[in-house]
């Protein structure tokens, strides 16, 4: 069973951020599967580094479309994306001493419901 699953209600209409959520929630399944396996932080850590390098890019690009258009909720939404950074820079920090289950439950929880909520609303936003 994977940490997060796709959903439909994650679906915002524009192809490349929704090409970039699966390949993230596939990378997040695959990084709490291997460390959980495996039992190691050297397995957390290295798929870490890969998560926040993966995710930094795609907030770059979600945050180029919403300038674009010119999206009213902008600011918040961007927020929202540098509070995650700075939550997988503080799991990196100390992934020695890392909970492999609250890592994953704090991840899952976070894509859930920013892609329910923020995306969603963006998606019907930029539709209008």
Do not use: C, P
Request: charged share 40%; aromatic share 10%.
């Amino acid at each position: 069973m994977s940490l997060v699953e796709w959903r439909e209600e994650f679906r915002t209409g524009i192809d490349e951020v929704d090409f970039e959520h699966k390949e993230l929630i596939e990378l997040i399944n695959n990084t709490y599967k291997e460390a959980s396996e495996k039992g190691t932080s050297d397995a957390l850590d290295e798929g870490l580094g890969e998560i926040f390098s993966k995710i930094s890019a795609h907030f770059a690009l979600e945050e180029k479309i919403m300038r674009e258009l010119e999206y009213d909720q902008y600011q918040d939404h961007k927020e929202d994306h540098e509070r995650l950074l700075d939550s997988i820079r503080d799991i990196m920090d100390d992934v020695s001493r890392l909970d492999e289950e609250k890592f994953g439950q704090s991840l899952k929880d976070w894509f859930v419901i920013h892609f329910s909520t923020r995306d969603a609303r963006m998606h019907k936003q930029l539709q209008r």
